[in-house]
């Protein structure tokens, strides 16, 4: 337990007006304020809540594509490989791990007989750094001079709910703002056309818990995650009305400008109503936008095959990482992909089949991960983009009814890779077989402490004020995961 | 001048010193005494005692106590404080930076002011001073509202008062040298009235009957009407739901449906309609099923403390027992103690005077509660639902019958008396008992059907009780964790809201109930008038949602991190106008709401703008932005599509798929199209799922307690009301609304005296018939043929602009 503080430096008139929501938007707060003479024309000099933020400390990265693998891949059969898991294949875990003590799975207490199990996939080595990949990346193996494996991550439950929101919020119990939102409070948005933080979500459905993995909280709605879709528009009501033409459309809001400008004569000063009438023009200028931002109709054909288009399995989740290289151009701060939605197998809760389930999930994202970091790295935006790879905890080096796997948020292996991060390395590790960490072990706040800081922020000082308390993602501050920077 | 005028004018003049040497004007006066537990303690704790506390003691050093502070260093040896002589003390030579390394380490040095205090106070002695009870922990003192200043007023002012309220707010800003701002014309106060009050707009009649009301006192008639109004409950209760985190499910993965739970949200609507007593209010919550267990409404209101969010798939039962305990806590404290109570869970409050120990003998009154589904001992549903709820019982009774008849006959054919329904089944499986079977398969769906929909509206209620007689006990949970208990701890009240003084509660247990009485006593000390925050914590919430902005802004949080009252007196005086008016909560209202400060235009005055920006003081009332729920609302009852059935289970809005599939385990049922217009506190609460509408306009989480909406302004907020359905569908229903009407002239006029309940002027009547042309022709060139759907057409996003207009969303 560390002893760093988690109550704040006593808040500034700026933090007190931008944080206690007086009633009035945080947005007209901030031109509210006398020594801030803020324009409030948003397509001309972006202010408010999501005009961009310097960084507090200087850094490499301005966005992050954090790719979160729902239901929890396995890592010992993905990115950590286990030759003592070979060599107690079909023992138990007292047989490996002496003092490893009653071992308890989410499906029930599993008494020690239950044995362990190699992995099924062979491993082989990568790069001049020659780091182990399983077989079930290829793609992705070609990569690891750029990637920094953390095979040390641990969490707090081993349900997904809780986990989920600890892997996305810092607590594992409902309401607090997401990691995506606290980036966006910190730096806001480097484009004003398009949200700063947008989620894409599987077909198959959302994770367990739904919207509160991209909420904001009690933070202002200006920080939730915009789910946009992949398939039909980007996002919710982003069409006009059935049989709204974009000229009828613009009249209305013609003449909803008029009142509106009318409206204001009579209450002059008053930042909330010229706020709201900027809100419709993004709103129109958004609905242009971000259908152009997600066509990847333009891309050549090369691109589309290097992220996996042609190709029936890895289609869906390609495009969303080449919509997601596309947000990163036009300047998105945060966004995230899931692969896995729904239940059981349509995501990555192996119970049953580690074989037939991660072969699929691999299989569908493999080729798409790998095209994202080559196609970032040779456009030179690999440099500004945190590419982060997780799900909300690793699973059992035992064996599942034989042929599976349970929930471990013991360890599991987050990969990082692009700005700010020395790639090429593997560090922390796994006990013996997989069960627990070993060396270096870094808690999932100590993760989301070094994302901030790739980005530029401080997770001691990146607070909020909510119920009497600075709050922050990282609860009481988190380590550093020193070795993993550049 | 009377005598009794002349005598509280004396008494007052302390009073008025007080309220200007707490008035914004912040001179800093270099005499002025430096109290250590006042001024710098604080600074202490807020700045330096992260690094520098008793467990960490960076460099050897901690100031966490007075004593340690004198003991100075252990690394140097040094004193970091000689009284007397701050240039000689090396603390202040670190904030100054000639020390190296300058303090904070690694962060801005501290503001001059602060360093300068700090000086102050060495220079003074470096005294520590008693620890006090200050504001908000001692109960109020009596006050009496001022009278008028004696100077200063102008002919404007001398009369602007018009009741005690305002007495209190005239003095400080003409303290300040400000004026008050002008009451509002009757047609912005309608408006204004009826939103804050009711949450819909007037109707065209509704308006006529206060503005043709020439008498005196039509405002407080229509003040008195709003409230006696079964809408205000409607409007109200949302405010209190937020604050109780109020949810119909579970939330966390599997977020399953509490079916009843809608009883809690109807019992706040019936309490607040009924105008319940507020200190009964909040005892029928904290312990209803031990003080009036022959009353159904105590018991439903005991549903307060199992709102909170539950993991249903949880694999550490005692752990989740604990998050709840923790929740109840928490929310009980900053929602009815404004005070935030959370930190303590840990370790003592680093701000304010609540101990570690204070949370868990706190938390202590509710382990031994437990959750029980009630049977309510008298009827509290509407007819329409009882008689609902009857035909289902008949239904299921008849069904019941004729399936036993189905079971007996199988029987005697089987020989077997006690052959179950899946040997039953199975002989039915066969192709000659077809029919039977069918017979057998329609029956038994139509009776689970019909039980399906009894279970919600059956007279039960999700609530909770003690599970035995036996005085609960608890320990202190070191660092908050369940594994390392410390302390035993009995039931105990926050000792710095009990006169500073740690005490155990008296617990007497009810000699003929199988419960402990513990609750009992908790509900007595905190629905007391003696309790130091109950009182000023609800009127504030009050006036808070009457001006957009409490007297204390911080609502939930009164301590040392919230905003100090910059009308201590007023905040003092009606929260005892409370208890004296019998815990009427209406009574305040109407305090409130017929005070000259409340009736204030949404003024601009460049000078008080220059002193209080923020319209701390009340010099004007407040532009505010409406809430999704009376957005909502308000779109209904315009197009008159407003279903105002009251009460019942939680009603669902069509959804769109594309957001039913961003979760996992969305249930989200169905409701026939007239009960989807019905208000939006009927719309069933689902944690993974609000509806979107209020979400995109910062509807509350449901987890969090919620003291204070925000109210931002996104373009996602733009694209749901220009291009979603509901706007749409609504607008086409107010277009229809009008064709009633006679010529267009007419339209334009109700369409304004609708929506935005003020007549068009003439400029305003050419610009809409001139749009209305311009739109019929485009939609002419760009193919539409009918003139019928032309003009409808036209006259519907005519509607629809007026629901998007800022006059629609934001109240004068």
């Given amino acids: ?486 | 001048m009377s005598e009794k005028r002349f005598r509280s004018l004396i008494y007052l003049i302390p009073l008025a010193a007080l309220l200007l040497a707490s008035s914004l004007a912040t001179s800093s006066d270099a005499a002025k005494s430096v109290s250590y537990r006042e001024s710098i303690e604080p600074i202490f704790k807020s700045e330096c005692s992260g690094c520098h506390n008793k467990a960490s003691a960076s460099g050897g050093f901690s100031l966490e106590t007075p004593e340690l502070l004198r003991k100075g260093g252990v690394k140097f040896g040094e004193k970091v404080i000689i009284p007397g002589k701050p240039a000689q003390s090396i603390l202040v030579g670190y904030l100054r930076g000639t020390h190296q390394p300058r303090m904070p380490i690694g962060l801005p040095p501290l503001p001059e002011n602060k360093i300068r205090l700090i000086e102050d106070w060495i220079a003074q002695g470096a005294k520590v001073d008693e620890v006090k009870l200050g504001w908000p922990y001692a109960p109020p003192a009596p006050v009496t509202p001022p009278a008028l200043p004696r100077t200063g007023l102008t002919d404007f002012t001398k009369k602007w008062a018009r009741n005690d309220v305002d007495r209190f707010i005239l003095a400080k800003l003409n303290a300040n040298g400000l004026q008050p701002a002008p009451s509002a014309s009757k047609g912005v106060l309608l408006r204004r009235v009826y939103l804050d009050v009711v949450g819909t707009p007037p109707t065209p009649e509704e308006a006529d009957a206060f503005l043709l009301d020439k008498s005196p006192d039509a405002y407080e008639k229509l003040v008195n009407r709003l409230l006696d109004d079964p809408r205000y409950g409607e409007r109200w209760a949302r405010h209190w739901l937020d604050l109780v985190r109020y949810a119909e499910t579970h939330g966390f993965e599997a977020d399953n449906i509490r079916p009843r739970a809608w009883r809690y949200r109807d019992y706040v609507i019936r309490a607040l309609n009924s105008d319940k007593p507020y200190d009964r209010f909040l005892k029928e919550q904290i312990a209803g099923d031990e003080l009036y267990p022959q009353d159904s409404d105590a018991w439903i209101a005991t549903g307060f403390l199992r709102l909170g969010a539950y993991d249903e798939l949880a694999t550490d039962p005692p752990q989740r027992r604990q998050d709840i305990l923790n929740d109840a806590t928490d929310t009980l404290s900053s929602a009815v103690l404004g005070m935030t109570v959370g930190c303590a869970r840990c370790h003592d409050h680093k701000y304010d005077r609540i101990s570690q120990r204070d949370y868990y003998r706190l938390q202590a009154f509710f382990v031994n509660t437990k959750w029980v589904d009630q049977k309510l001992p008298v009827e509290v549903d509407a007819a329409s639902l009882i008689q609902k709820r009857n035909t289902l019982k008949d239904q299921t009774q008849k069904l019941n019958l004729a399936i036993d008849q189905i079971r007996s006959d199988v029987r005697k054919a089987l020989g077997k008396n006690d052959a179950d329904d899946d040997a039953i089944d199975k002989w039915l499986q066969d192709a000659s008992r077809k029919d039977k079977k069918a017979e057998w398969d329609r029956l038994r769906g139509e009776e689970g059907d019909t039980q399906r929909q009894l279970r919600p509206i059956e007279a039960t209620a999700e609530t909770v009780t003690d599970t035995g007689k036996e005085v609960p006990s608890h320990h202190v949970l070191l660092r908050g964790n369940l594994a390392t208990p410390g302390d035993p701890v009995q039931p105990g009240f926050i000792a710095a809201l009990s006169e500073g003084r740690e005490k155990d509660a008296v617990i007497t247990a009810f000699p003929d109930k199988p419960t402990s009485g513990a609750r009992t006593a908790l509900a007595n000390w905190v629905a007391s008038p003696k309790n130091p925050m109950t009182a000023r914590v609800i009127v504030n919430r009050l006036w808070q949602h009457h001006f957009g902005n409490g007297l204390v802004s911080t609502a939930s949080d009164f301590g040392r991190n919230g905003e100090k009252p910059r009308y201590p007196g007023l905040l003092d005086w009606m929260a005892q106008e409370l208890p004296r008016h019998g815990w009427s909560l209406k009574a305040m209202h109407r305090l409130i709401l017929n005070s000259a400060t409340y009736r204030q235009i949404v003024a601009v005055n460049p000078k008080a703008e220059k002193l209080d920006l923020q319209n701390r003081l009340f010099w004007r009332q407040n532009r505010q932005r409406l809430e999704a729920e009376a957005i909502r609302d308000g779109m209904l009852a315009v197009s008159g599509g407003l279903n105002d059935q009251r009460g019942g289970p939680g009603i669902y809005p069509a959804v769109s798929d594309e957001v039913l599939a961003t979760g996992s385990t969305h249930k989200w049922g169905s409701s026939p199209e007239d009960q989807q217009r019905r208000r939006t506190i009927y719309v069933f609460q689902r944690r993974s799922l609000p509806l979107p509408m209020v979400e995109v306009f910062d509807g509350p989480d449901m987890v969090n307690s919620c003291t204070r909406r925000n109210a931002t302004t996104i373009a996602p907020q733009a694209l749901t009301m220009f291009n979603g359905d509901f706007g749409w569908s609504e607008a086409r229903r107010f277009a229809e609304r009008l064709a009633t009407e006679g010529n267009s002239d007419s339209r334009i006029e109700k369409a304004y005296r609708l929506a935005l309940v003020r007549r068009p002027t003439p400029e305003e009547k050419k610009q809409v018939a001139a749009f209305l042309e311009k739109k019929k022709t485009l939609h002419l060139r760009e193919g539409m043929t009918d003139p019928k759907k032309v003009e409808f057409t036209a006259w519907t996003e005519f509607c629809h602009v007026l629901f998007n207009t800022n006059e629609f969303v934001y109240v004068d």
């Avoid at chain 1, 119970?351 to 095209?371: M, Q």
């Avoid at chain 1, 929930?407 to 700005?419: E, F, I, L």
């Fill in chain 1, 1 to 486: 337990m560390n002893d760093k503080p988690h109550f704040g430096p006593a808040y500034s008139r700026r933090d007190f007006l931008l944080r206690a929501g007086t009633g009035f938007g945080g947005l007209a707060l901030t031109a509210m304020m006398a020594d801030e003479a803020l324009a409030t024309n948003f397509g001309t000099a972006p202010t408010g809540p999501m005009a961009p933020k310097p960084p507090m400390i200087p850094a490499k990265a301005k966005s992050v594509i954090f790719l979160f693998m729902y239901g929890g891949p396995s890592q010992v059969d993905t990115f950590d490989p286990k030759p003592g898991l070979v060599k107690y294949d079909g023992k138990t875990m007292k047989a490996a791990l002496p003092n490893a003590g009653e071992v308890k799975t989410f499906g029930g207490a599993q008494s020690g007989s239950v044995p362990l199990m190699k992995s099924p996939f062979a491993f082989r080595k990568y790069g001049k750094s020659g780091i182990e990949v399983s077989d079930l990346f290829p793609h992705v193996g070609q990569c690891v001079d750029d990637i920094c494996f953390v095979r040390s991550i641990y969490g707090d439950s081993n349900n997904h709910a809780p986990a989920l929101f600890e892997m996305n919020t810092g607590a594992i119990l409902q309401g607090a703002p997401s990691m995506g939102s606290w980036v966006t409070y910190g730096l806001g948005s480097e484009n004003q056309n398009l949200p700063g933080f947008v989620v894409m979500l599987d077909s198959r459905g959302g994770p367990i818990g739904g919207a509160p993995n991209w909420a904001s909280g009690y933070m202002p709605a200006t920080y939730q995650g915009t789910v946009f879709r992949t398939a039909g528009t980007a996002i919710l009501d982003l069409k006009p009305g059935k049989g709204v033409s974009d000229a009828s459309q613009r009249s209305d809001l013609d003449f909803l400008g008029n009142l509106n400008k009318e409206h204001m004569k009579s209450r002059p000063g008053d930042t909330d109503l010229e706020a709201r009438i900027s809100a419709y023009e993004l709103a129109y200028r958004m609905q242009m936008a971000a259908p152009e931002a997600v066509d990847v109709s333009k891309e050549t054909e090369e691109v589309k095959a290097l992220y996996g288009l042609d190709k029936p399995e890895t289609a869906e989740f390609g495009r969303k990482c080449l919509m997601a290289r596309r947000l990163v151009e036009r300047g998105v701060r945060f966004i995230q992909l899931y692969s896995g939605g729904g239940h059981g197998d349509d995501t990555w809760d192996a119970h049953g089949d580690i074989v037939g389930n991660h072969k699929k999930h691999a299989g569908s994202t493999d080729k798409p991960i790998a095209g994202l970091l080559m196609d970032l790295k040779r456009r030179g935006l690999l440099d500004s983009t945190l590419v982060v790879w997780a799900g909300e905890f690793g699973r059992m080096p035992i064996s599942q009814g034989g042929s599976g796997r349970d929930h471990n948020p013991g360890v599991q292996t987050v990969w990082m890779a692009g700005g700010g991060v020395r790639g090429g390395q593997a560090i922390g590790s796994s006990d013996e077989v997989g069960y627990k960490t070993g060396e270096d072990p870094y808690h999932i706040r100590d993760l989301h402490a070094t994302i901030l800081r790739c980005v530029g922020l401080d997770d001691i000082r990146l607070t909020y004020l909510f119920n009497g308390r600075f709050q922050r993602l990282t609860v009481n501050g988190g380590n550093l995961i020193k070795k993993a920077l550049a």
